[in-house]
């Protein structure tokens, strides 16, 4: 009987992943096989490893071919076992694995078993009948290609979430590039996608931007952005967007709830994740600056301040177990004059280590940076900024995931 197309496909797909894929047939004896004809097997068949011995039906044992040729080239014992069973050098404990095991499960098996089930093979059987052997080496080379393929796959998988999560920030970057004269903004997730997140957005008076760092990077960080995604434009729907730290607010609530992150007494996730933060509106009216800075620092730089001055900021996270739900972050304000220049940055470019010393970049340094470079327009200022930071990153592996952003009023 034929097989349906659809289960034949199945089929088909399973058996590239079980043990099926490394059945080879070779010949075999049985436990009345005399020694003889096991030397004859050997030098007829110059590739066979090991010799499986069955009876029955079932796997008996197996004959490695290097012990066996060894201890029958010793003096006089061609003429002492020659005539015997050839169980007298047959491993009495092979290494037996049913077929349609997985090849994740035939390599645990065959790592637990030690080198002996790699140099000399194993018994593969199916409903307990000898079927044939694997191999080592054809086992190593078959987890090899497959674990290739999954890597493959999973790089395809980064490669598309990345084009998503490009998209999700798109519209955020175009609104700058329409509302702002001289800007820059620098995101390079360290794994493709990242846990870095940003959004800027239009109010009646001016303009608000959010810059944050989730927990994570990689897949992990980037399914977080999306949640903070998700708990902005609910916050943005119930706050107002000129108050920053009312913003901060709506976003720990949502993410505490989303993830089940409450009080102690009602905490129903494992997870403790959320984001650092800072949301900043800037009143083009009132030449305005207010912002609310969960564990984010930025600098500001020009009319009011005498080189680099930090912004303030409250050491407690976004969202995280321990924050209360509750909690109100401090909102702060300053005026804005003509050539005013604010930097916001993530904790991946403070804390990149390199430089003779192996240390991290530092938030001094950056804020000497900013000061030797305020004289350069935004896009200038960030690529002299970034060159500065590759050459301390120099062969030292990146982190965390990188934002900065900037802006000259």
């Not at 009646?204 to 995604?229: N, R, S, Y």
């Amino acid at each position: 009987m034929q097989l349906p197309d659809s289960l034949s496909a199945m089929t088909s797909a399973s058996s590239r992943y079980s043990a099926r894929v490394l059945c080879i047939s070779v010949p075999f004896v049985t436990p009345d096989t005399d020694n003889a004809a096991v030397m004859a097997l050997f030098t007829e068949h110059k590739d066979l490893i090991g010799l499986p011995v069955v009876e029955a039906s079932k796997p008996f044992g197996m004959i490695n071919r290097h012990i066996f040729l060894s201890q029958m080239a010793r003096p006089f014992f061609r003429e002492l076992y020659d005539r015997k069973s050839c169980i007298a050098f047959m491993d009495k404990f092979p290494l037996v694995i049913d077929i349609d095991s997985s090849l994740e499960s035939v390599a645990q098996q065959v790592v637990e078993n030690g080198d002996k089930s790699v140099a000399d093979g194993f018994i593969l059987t199916e409903q307990e009948r000898y079927v044939g052997i694997g191999l080592g080496v054809d086992l190593i080379r078959r987890v090899s290609d497959l674990q290739a393929q999954q890597h493959q796959q999973i790089l395809q998988s980064i490669d598309y979430a990345r084009v998503i999560q490009d998209a999700m920030l798109d519209r955020s970057t175009r609104l700058m590039d329409r509302m702002l004269n001289d800007w820059c903004l620098h995101w390079q997730p360290r794994d493709g996608v990242g846990g870095d997140y940003y959004a800027f957005h239009r109010h009646e008076t001016g303009w608000m931007a959010v810059i944050a760092d989730c927990t994570g990077h990689g897949i992990p960080g980037a399914f977080m952005t999306v949640i903070l995604q998700s708990a902005l434009e609910n916050a943005m729907k119930q706050g107002d967007l000129a108050s920053p730290a009312a913003i901060l607010q709506a976003l720990n609530h949502h993410i505490k709830r989303t993830l089940g992150q409450l009080s102690a007494s009602q905490q129903t996730s494992l997870s403790n994740d959320g984001c650092d933060a800072m949301v900043l509106s800037v009143d083009t009216e009132q030449h305005q600056l207010r912002w609310a800075s969960a564990r984010t620092q930025a600098f500001l730089l020009g009319q009011v301040s005498d080189g680099a001055i930090s912004l303030n900021s409250d050491r407690v996270g976004v969202g995280y177990t321990d924050t209360p739900e509750a909690y109100a972050w401090r909102e702060y304000v300053l005026p804005l004059q003509p050539g005013d220049m604010l930097f916001i940055f993530t904790d991946g470019v403070s804390d990149q280590l390199g430089g003779e010393r192996n240390i991290m970049f530092g938030k001094k340094r950056i804020q000497r940076l900013l000061t030797q470079y305020q004289h350069l327009p935004m896009p200038e200022l960030s690529q002299a900024f970034q060159q500065d930071y590759l050459q301390w990153q120099g062969n030292q592996a990146r982190r965390d995931d990188v934002t900065w952003f900037g802006l000259r009023y």
